[in-house]
């Protein structure tokens, strides 16, 4: 799904109007300039969003689906974040604590507009773990159904959770993402990094370590696939040249959460 200019003119004009900062302001290490320009190329192009170095790859994959929906609440969260140290979206409320709003991304590894907006989200929803830097592997990752969850609480309708952790998935779940794609949901596959690398992506892998979002309907004819997805600041096809069969493809496939979003 994808916003209008309208929406997109909006959420601009939002940043046009970004508030002062407050004395103390809750993310002290982050240049204002830095994350406001960064929230505009995000608008203007939400590839533009990438994890880098950190393991936020849910969170990247939600805010994606959220920046080609109504990137206006995208930017109010930021903005709120940014100005308060708190946010919401609908029923999904965001406090990060204070090792997280006090880190400074090391430069190339995070964009800071990235740190605050999917480092907050990861560090609001974990009850031990601090995400403090981008080299937190283990609090950054995102546990089974806290996609659906998320996409649930800013009122997207429908929500289909088809994933596992360990168990791969085949033949009947690709077909489920196609339809749904066709359907104009929004469509974020669990899968094993393996199948971002033409050298490994018929290897098997045990468990889902990654999150994307099918940007286009898949290619899916005669028992082989080919679908390109939104990861790493970029638009990816797996595989890069041709096709994988249905079979080579499930070796690294745990299911997919889809949405429908609403323009109420």
């Not at 190329?41 to 920046?67: T, W």
């Not at 990137?71 to 940014?82: G, K, N, R, T, W």
Request: proline share 7%; hydrophobic share 40%; with cysteine.
């Amino acid at each position: 799904m994808f916003a209008g200019p309208m929406r997109r003119d909006y959420a601009l004009s939002l940043i046009d109007r970004f508030p002062p900062l407050p004395k103390g302001r809750p993310f002290p290490r982050i240049d204002p300039a830095e994350l406001i320009a960064g929230l505009r190329e995000r608008v203007n192009n939400p590839v533009k969003q990438d994890q880098g170095a950190a393991s936020l790859c849910c969170p990247a994959s939600f805010f994606y689906c959220v920046l080609n929906y109504k990137p206006e609440l995208y930017v109010q969260y930021v903005i709120d974040l940014f100005t308060t140290g708190k946010a919401r979206i609908g029923a999904l409320e965001v406090k990060p604590g204070m090792a997280c709003r006090v880190y400074q991304p090391p430069a190339g590894k995070i964009a800071p507009v990235d740190w605050v907006a999917l480092a907050s989200l990861r560090d609001s929803y974990n009850a031990i773990l601090d995400v403090a830097s981008v080299y937190d592997d283990i609090a950054a990752r995102s546990r089974e159904g806290e996609v659906a969850k998320w996409f649930r609480q800013i009122g997207y309708a429908g929500v289909h959770d088809v994933s596992n952790i360990f168990m791969s998935k085949g033949r009947k779940e690709i077909e489920a993402f196609d339809r749904d794609a066709r359907a104009w949901r929004d469509v974020c596959l669990f899968v094993h990094t393996n199948i971002l690398d033409d050298v490994k992506n018929k290897m098997n892998s045990h468990f889902w370590n990654h999150c994307v979002v099918v940007d286009e309907p898949p290619e899916v004819h005669n028992g082989r696939i080919a679908v390109k997805v939104y990861t790493y600041g970029d638009v990816w096809r797996i595989p890069k040249a041709g096709t994988l069969s249905v079979e080579e493809f499930s070796r690294n496939f745990y299911g997919y959460v889809s949405g429908q979003p609403t323009f109420k």
